[in-house]
């Protein structure tokens, strides 16, 4: 208990004469201790020798403790980790490849961003693929979009959701947006939904949608959310993203693909509240993304 106490304070002091201790830590024969002294790194600066030292556990594959070694690299943050965590998304361990894929997203390796395509259209583990969508999300990789609409298409978990979701905001570049909104859906989605169509309208010239084809579309499920009809609510509002993608998206090809796709989902008949909910609020980030408006209110 001892060793493990001294463990975390060294990487709460965030000093670099830590480094010898904490690689010390690392070699300690308690499993406890090492765990420590993952997370302790993962807290402290940046050095070329602890990065080395996780690098090596990431490699190790007799090791449970390269999911861990994974994340610390993440955090850190240093670009040198990029090539052994891009070695790691070939591990035969699913763990370590997801954790892996989820830091080589929090470091903008791009040099990763074929390889984490390729996870995210064929790896065997959902949580492998879905590690992949968030990672090419950060990396604002647009092209990786279809298939991740096709991951959320098969009805993941709602936190799974959640995160695929997430990654095309991240694509959208309206991600403070969109975890605004989402935070707000549960308990009061119906609310949470009208102010944000109110708030599109209001942004729009003298409270009309600059898209003449969805301005009525909008009023009206700005109507329905507040009144807490959340199904005629998400129907209308898919009419609006299918009408404005039929006219063109103004900012490419892939708003018109995420509104395309949201309408679809919002005109399914038998969705489940929440799912309808979720699509609501990547529907309406998409469509301030396509009308050119900043992801938060000045």
Known sequence: NSRIATTVGLGQARSPLSVRELLEALADPSYNVRY????????????????????????????????????????????????????????????????????????????????????????PQLQVRVAAAAALGQLRATTSAGPILSLLEDDPPAATRGELALALARLLEQEHRFVRLWRQLPGQAGLALAREVGSLLHQGRRGQCPCNCAGALLRRAEVQFGADELGPGAATLGQAAGAVAAAGASSGELCAAILRHCARQLAAQGAGERRRADYAALALVALRAHLGWPPQDQ
Not at 56 to 72: F, K, Q, S, Y
């Open 36 to 123: 420590e002294a993952l997370v302790a790194i993962a807290r402290t600066r940046p050095h070329p020798h602890l990065v080395q030292a996780l690098a090596d556990i990431l490699a190790d594959e007799d090791t449970d403790l390269g999911p861990t070694a994974a994340w610390a690299l993440g955090r850190l943050g240093d670009p040198r980790a990029g090539p052994a965590l891009r070695r790691a998304l070939l591990s035969p361990h699913p763990l370590v490849r997801a954790h892996s894929a989820r830091a080589l997203g929090r470091i903008r390796d791009t040099a990763s961003q074929r390889v984490l395509e390729d996870l995210l259209r064929g790896d």
